[in-house]
Structure formats: structure tokens, C-alpha cells
């Protein structure tokens, strides 16, 4: 059974950095693509980024290209997502998905970004 916990959120000011972590179990973490979505308030779902098998390959949703990072730690079965100069609409609770499943998705993690 696929089971994804995501960590890290948290109340920041604009300007301000997070890191997301995604601990992943009961699948081959190495041997998946990962992603990372938003449920925001303005936009509903949305895709961030992802990352290949080992991390040497990312892609971002184009308001996030410069100030997201994602990364990964196979041999920890856990995905980072670096969040750098926060924006008041990047306020929204963080997921990270095996590949782009959504079903796949866990709890998530709460980012606010206010002033």
C-alpha cells in the first residue's frame, strides 16, 4: 500500500523559505517519479513540480521555476521541495504524489504565507 506523510509546513512571512519532506513507503520509492501539487484557495489543484528516478531531472510549474526546488533521498524513500521567496499566493496546503497519481497523495502539509 502506498503510504506518502508530508512535513514542514508552517505560518512564514512573504520573502520567507520552507522545506517541505514527503516520507514514502510501501512501494519502490527509487523506481518512481514523484511530484509534488497545491490545493490553493485561488486556483484549487495544482501541479508543481516533479522529479525522475534519481533526481537528476526536474520540472516546475512556471510561477515556481527559480524559487522551488525538489529533490529527493532514495536511500531515505523521501522528497524534498524547497520553497524559497514565498508569495502570499503560494498560501495552500502541499502534497506529494507517486508520479502524478492523486490518489496517491497523503495528508499534506500546510503552508500560509502572510504579512
Known amino acids: 500500500e502506498v503510504h506518502l506523510v508530508e512535513s514542514g509546513g508552517g505560518l512564514v512571512q512573504p520573502g520567507d523559505s520552507l522545506r517541505l519532506s514527503c516520507a514514502a513507503s510501501?512501494?519502490?520509492?527509487?523506481?518512481?517519479?514523484m511530484s509534488w501539487i497545491r490545493q490553493t484557495p485561488e486556483k484549487g489543484l495544482e501541479w508543481v513540480g516533479g522529479i525522475n528516478v534519481d533526481g537528476t531531472s526536474e520540472l516546475y510549474l512556471a510561477s515556481a521555476q527559480g524559487r522551488f526546488t525538489i529533490s529527493r533521498d532514495n536511500a531515505k524513500n523521501t522528497l524534498y521541495l524547497q520553497l524559497n521567496s514565498l508569495k502570499i499566493d503560494d498560501t495552500g496546503m502541499y502534497y506529494c504524489?507517486?508520479?502524478?497519481?492523486?490518489?496517491?497523495r497523503g495528508p499534506g502539509t500546510q503552508v500560509t504565507v502572510s504579512s
Open positions: 510501501g512501494f519502490s520509492f527509487s523506481t518512481f517519479a
Open positions: 504524489l507517486r508520479g502524478r497519481d492523486a490518489s496517491s
